[in-house]
């Protein structure tokens, strides 16, 4: 009995404790840099798209939610024709982010994609894709990668020598 | 047909007007009290649990409750083909009837009553008794598994509680020598009973939380284990019945308390009414209070505490109010 009232005097001093509750769309808390919120789509520092679609953010996405078809441009650089997220199955796991070789496809710390049509939650490429190199600055995947294609070839990239000759080390 | 019209004629329609604005007034304040307090029993709990509850209708989210009957009187009414169909439509009736029934009797202010009877706490104790019909029957005739539990629960709980209901309240009659509610108002001129029956107001307070099963006692529809309990098959507006009957109820314990041991309408400078409103708030606060703070009493603790402890305390209180009475000699 006494420790029941005892209960009831501290629930009630509870009336002038602060409010755990954020009012949301009022005041919105502050949402930290690697929450997994919207996908997108990032180019290098040179304004190309980072994308190879190399199809491994679909095979790692456990919804499916991430639909794409290759294509090459004429310097023989792979890049997706389309490239297609269903938000409104994606559920924001990140898989698709450590799965890709090149930082192409980042999640944001955005979470506010609500909308009244399930249609508009199927975002297409150039709903994706933003003209910055998002979390990762500098990063260009073909200046590392040591693979030739147009513009770039074998030993022009970062910390590359160019091709030894093999025959040449004879003794 | 003349008999009849002369009787009418007879009738001063001048005299009626007053009553029946009191009829009605009494009426749709009860039911707008407890509509309200669904909504200021959700904000009150998210205040003392560091909440802020429903905000987002109308001006501090009083609309809650307009959208929440909306809701309720749109939601499919369903009656599942296994229940006893006349018992199930007409279980959610019999609270509310038996409840509002009760407010009835239940003095204002000077001069402001429904039915001024002469037995007026039995006429009370009667009604809730009744009330424990429309939770039996309810969960009886949902022929559901969960729903008799919680009927079967709901029995037993109310009728044991019911009995020390009675007896706390038998030292008030006592003091006041009256079961006329008006007349109790008016034996606390002096003191408040809440001081000289102090067990009487523990002892009925208690039984008060059993009788509409509220929080400590919510046996009958403890979530955690039976679902909803007895109106588990219940939906739509059935439901919401069901629930208006719970705060009906919770007004009706508090407006009951304020009566019988804290002087009723009686208190300086403001007029009656305000008082009488003042203090049925304070006391529905304190319910919901109870509410959030109290966990759920396991069954069998609960069947002690009313026959083991209540029960002897509720005899002894009428027992020394009698000697104390015979002794002073009024």
Redesign the interface.
């Known amino acids: 009995m006494l420790s029941a009232l005892r209960t009831l005097w501290a629930v009630f001093w509870h009336a002038f404790a602060r409010r755990i509750t954020v009012p949301y769309p009022e005041q919105k808390r502050p949402l930290p840099p690697r929450f997994r919120g919207r996908i997108v789509l990032t180019r290098d520092p040179d304004g190309e798209e980072r994308c190879v679609a190399c199809y491994l953010c679909a095979a790692a996405c456990p919804v499916d939610c991430i639909a794409l078809q290759a294509t090459e441009d004429a310097h023989g650089r792979r890049y997706p024709a389309f490239f297609r997220v269903n938000f409104g199955r994606c559920i924001f796991c990140g898989f698709c982010e450590e799965a890709c070789p090149t930082y192409a496809i980042q999640l944001t710390p955005d979470c506010e994609l609500a909308d009244y049509r399930r249609q508009s939650l199927v975002y297409e490429k150039e709903h994706l894709l933003i003209s910055g190199p998002g979390k990762y600055h500098g990063y260009s995947f073909y200046r590392v990668a040591g693979v030739a294609v147009g513009g770039k070839d074998k030993g022009e990239g970062d910390n590359e020598l160019p091709p030894v000759n093999v025959r040449g080390l004879m003794p | 047909m003349t008999r009849l019209g002369a009787m009418l004629a007879k009738v001063n329609a001048a005299a009626l007007l007053p009553e029946l604005l009191i009829v009605l007034g009494v009426l749709i304040g009860a039911l707008t009290l407890a509509g309200g307090l669904t909504f200021v029993e959700r904000r009150l709990l998210?205040?003392?649990?560091?909440?802020?509850g429903p905000?987002r209708v109308g001006p501090f989210g009083l609309l809650q409750v307009v959208a929440d009957t909306i809701k309720l009187f749109t939601k499919e009414d369903w009656v599942p083909p296994f229940a006893d169909k006349p018992v199930f439509v007409v279980a959610p009736a019999i609270i509310i009837v038996s409840t509002l029934m009760s407010f009835a009797v239940i003095p204002l202010a000077p001069g402001i009553v429904v039915a001024d009877l002469n037995v007026g706490l039995l006429f009370f104790l009667g009604m809730s008794s009744l009330a424990v019909y429309s939770i039996t029957l309810g969960g009886w005739s949902a022929n559901s598994k969960y729903a008799l539990l919680g009927a079967l629960r709901a029995a037993g709980q109310m009728v044991s509680y019911e009995v020390f209901m009675g007896l706390s309240l038998m030292g008030v009659v006592a003091m006041a020598g009256s079961f006329n509610l008006g007349a109790i108002v008016q034996a606390q001129r002096h003191v408040w009973f809440c001081i000289p029956q102090c067990v009487g107001l523990v002892v009925f307070l208690i039984a008060g939380l059993a009788e509409t099963r509220r929080i400590p006692f919510d046996l009958p529809e403890a979530e955690g284990e039976l679902v909803a309990g007895f109106h588990t098959e219940y939906s739509g507006m059935k439901f919401g019945m069901f629930f208006l009957g719970e705060y009906v109820g919770v007004a009706l314990i508090s407006a009951l308390t304020v009566v019988l041991f804290f002087g009723g309408w009686s208190g300086p400078i403001l007029p009656p009414i305000a008082w009488f409103l003042g203090k049925t708030a304070v006391l529905i606060g304190l319910f919901i209070?109870?509410r959030?703070?109290?966990p759920r009493l396991r069954y069998d603790q609960l069947m002690r505490l009313g026959w083991k402890v209540l029960l002897p305390l509720s005899l002894a209180n009428v027992a020394v109010t009698g000697a104390v009475i015979l002794a002073l000699g009024r």
């Open positions: 998210a205040l003392w649990q560091d909440r802020r905000n209070l109870v959030a703070a109290l």
